[in-house]
């Protein structure tokens, strides 16, 4: 199984500045043939279902505010939310959609400082 | 507008079944993938199972195969989870979710707000 790992497990950041949150993989999401990352942020907010915020590692999902954005390849990824809004408090999780089983990070909970 | 929408859920004792709906709106239902992730009290999101767009392929996490069993009636724009042999670390709530392709090789796009399984005796 493809494990992912998320860091840090939750981080407080004061409005306006930058959030970074982490995602491992233990084997590379990477695709030879289309040279694609099979991986996928979603954001959660309490009481809500998770919303899809990127696919492919980095294609931002229709909606979704520019100040988010995926980076990364292979094993290693990235999210950033480029200046943190008051609704963007939530819990975060990579996913990757390399092959089964499917497997999600631990989640980062994301607080305002 | 799509949606999804979950039901079915409930409080079953240690050993019981269950079988949980989600009901499709505004897509094609057959051109994706469906899928299954619950998320236990507090805890993070696990992945459950996955159907493709014809309902050929299935596939299952290791802690639900044999016990759990994915289906689609694309006829009614439906999904269901046959959930048997239920244990207390089943107790989640179950969300169903579209996905962005035809197989299992495609992020989750679209969520339902999910139903409440409990396990209890």
């Known amino acids: 199984d493809i494990v992912m790992t998320q860091s840090p497990d939750s981080l407080a950041v004061s409005l306006g500045e930058r959030a970074t949150i982490n995602c491992k993989s233990t084997?590379?999401?990477?695709?030879?043939?289309?040279?694609?990352?099979?991986l996928a942020w979603y954001q959660q907010k309490p009481g809500q279902p998770p919303k899809l915020l990127i696919y492919?590692?980095?294609t931002r999902e229709s909606g979704v505010p520019d100040r988010f954005s995926g980076s990364g390849s292979g094993t290693d990824f990235t999210l950033t939310i480029s200046s943190l809004q008051a609704e963007d408090v939530a819990v975060y999780y990579c996913?990757?959609?390399?092959?089964?089983?499917?497997?999600f990070g631990g989640g980062t909970k994301v607080d305002i400082k | 507008e799509v949606q999804l929408l979950e039901s079915g859920g409930g409080l079953v004792q240690p050993g019981g079944s269950l079988r949980l709906s989600c009901t499709a709106s505004?897509?094609?239902?057959?051109?994706?993938?469906m899928s299954w992730v619950r998320q236990a009290p507090g805890k993070g999101l696990e992945w459950v199972s996955t159907?493709?767009?014809?309902?050929?392929?299935?596939y299952y996490a290791d802690s639900v195969k044999v016990r759990f069993t994915i289906s689609r009636d694309n006829s009614k724009n439906s999904l269901y989870l046959q959930m048997n042999s239920l244990r207390a670390e089943d107790t989640a709530i179950y969300y169903c979710?579209?996905?962005?392709?035809?197989?299992?090789?495609?992020?989750?796009?679209?969520w339902g707000q999910g139903t409440s399984v409990t396990v209890s005796s």
């Open positions: 979710a579209k996905g962005s392709g035809y197989n299992y090789d495609s992020g989750m796009d679209v």
């Open positions: 505004g897509f094609t239902f057959s051109s994706y993938a």
């Open positions: 159907i493709s767009g014809s309902g050929v392929s299935t």
């Open positions: 084997q590379s999401v990477l695709y030879s043939s289309n040279n694609k990352n099979y």
């Open positions: 492919w590692a980095s």
């Open positions: 996913q990757q959609y390399y092959t089964t089983p499917l497997t």
